[in-house]
């Protein structure tokens, strides 16, 4: 059975150019609870960390670099099916093959500013949630 949280969060570009408020908008109005929310900004190790499945490939240096670029709004979002929900909320990784309507369609620059991330998987939202909140963190 699908699990009910997912992991998102609002990538610098998106912060940078005032759309955090829209997409949370966005997010809340599409049923998404927020579960755990903040605003930080990671370092280039860290966010190496967060992405170290990508290690090997060809875009991790630049995605890293990017990702500590600037503030980020991590989030733990609460609903049924919430990781295939929000994957279509947010559209392909490629903004320029995002659905319109899309958040990414919407805000997104490039590949790597593509405004937000989302969780792949249960097991990875579980993973990557615990990576920026605590459980007393969560509502
Ligand atoms: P995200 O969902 O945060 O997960 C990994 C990120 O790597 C992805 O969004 C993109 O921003 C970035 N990226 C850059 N180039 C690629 C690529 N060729 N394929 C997938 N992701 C890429």
């Not at 605003?39 to 992405?51: D, I, N, V």
């Not at 593509?114 to 939202?125: K, P, Q, W």
């Amino acid at each position: 059975m699908a699990g009910n949280r997912t992991f998102t969060m609002i990538k610098p570009d998106a912060v940078g150019a005032g759309n955090s408020g829209a997409i949370i908008k966005m997010i809340e109005e599409a049923g998404f609870r927020i579960v755990a929310m903040k605003k930080t900004q990671l370092t280039k190790e860290r966010a190496g960390q967060f992405y170290e499945v990508h290690k090997a490939r060809p875009f991790y240096n630049d995605l890293t670099a990017y990702m500590s670029s600037g503030f980020i709004i991590p989030m733990i979002l609460e609903k049924d099916n919430a990781v295939e929900d929000f994957r279509k909320l947010i559209g392909a990784t490629d903004p320029a093959k995002a659905e319109k309507g899309t958040i990414r369609n919407l805000f997104a620059k490039s590949i790597d500013a593509n405004a937000i991330h989302g969780s792949d998987s249960d097991e990875n939202a579980a993973i990557e949630g615990s990576f920026f909140f605590s459980k007393f963190e969560q509502f």
